[in-house]
């Protein structure tokens, strides 16, 4: 508190607890890519699956986890909270981003709608787990090489 200029009395005033501020912590930062779909939309910058996949499994990403992405680096400890509220809204946002980025993957196959979110889902997961990996190991050479081979094969599957 005291580094963020804040009594106990001033948090209390914002969140009723500890796992309160967590929670809205962690549903802000997982609606970045909403956030970045909606911005796209009034004109900013495209958001396409290429440029998700790229931001995502980008060098500077893996360089800085306090301000990426929460699953990564947080799902062994949310898997392991017992608030309620906290894993209500992180499993809605991961829903919400599931269903984002199906909507971001073009269907020219006719396998239909089941594959596409089939395709979201398996792209998220290997999102997290690749970023996980590419931050665990202490090569840079393979961290990089763990980023790029992963970025190519999503974009081959969604394509």
Known sequence: MKEA????????KHFKSRDALVAEALGSALGTWKRQADAAALG???????????????EEHRDDPGTGCPVSALAGDIARSS??????????????NIELVATLIRD???????SVRSRAVLTYCVLVGAISMARAVSDDQLSREILKTVAQALKNLAA
């Not at 608030?83 to 919400?96: N, Q």
Request: proline share 5%; aromatic share 14%.
């Open 5 to 12: 200029g804040l009594t106990v009395g001033g948090f209390y």
């Open 83 to 96: 608030d309620k509220r906290t894993r209500y809204l992180v499993t809605r946002r991961i829903r919400d």
């Open 44 to 58: 900013g910058p495209p958001f396409t699956y290429e440029a998700l996949v790229d931001d995502y499994l980008s």
């Open 108 to 114: 020219t196959n006719e396998r239909g709608k089941s």
